[in-house]
């Protein structure tokens, strides 16, 4: 088993930057992908980014491309997420997730094998 573990969310202007962190413990593999989704209030759950651990391969959602950078710190078990230029519309809960098919980090997440507990993301106008 896999447990997943978020920080780094809070309050910010547009505009502003935002580091989200997750750790993972238990259980740990090589051949996990990890990676982050988002769901807004109203609204489904979306695929943001998601980075392999034994390749380093990362992919983004197009509305984060250029903004949001995913990295990982092998050592510590632990992905981050560093958000730029952050815009109202980025207002949602973050979720880290783990799977051993990367090919699940896309659309709603539904066969994501473990997931945090989710992070709040808040940008003001």
């Known amino acids: 088993q896999v447990q997943l573990v978020e920080s780094g969310g809070g309050l910010v202007q547009a505009g502003g930057s935002l580091r989200l962190s997750c750790t993972a413990s238990?259980?740990?593999?090589?051949?996990?992908?990890t990676g982050w989704f988002r769901q807004a209030p109203g609204k489904e759950r979306e695929f943001v980014a998601v980075i392999t651990w034994s390749v380093g391969i990362t992919r983004y959602s197009d509305s984060v491309k250029g903004r949001f950078t995913i990295s990982r710190d092998n050592a510590k078990n632990t992905v981050y997420l560093q958000m730029n230029s952050l815009k109202p519309e980025d207002t949602a809960v973050y979720y880290c997730a783990a799977d051993t098919a990367v090919f699940a980090f896309s659309g709603w997440g539904t066969n994501i094998d473990y997931w945090g507990q989710g992070t709040q993301v808040t940008v003001s106008s």
């Open positions: 238990g259980r740990t593999f090589r051949s996990y992908a």
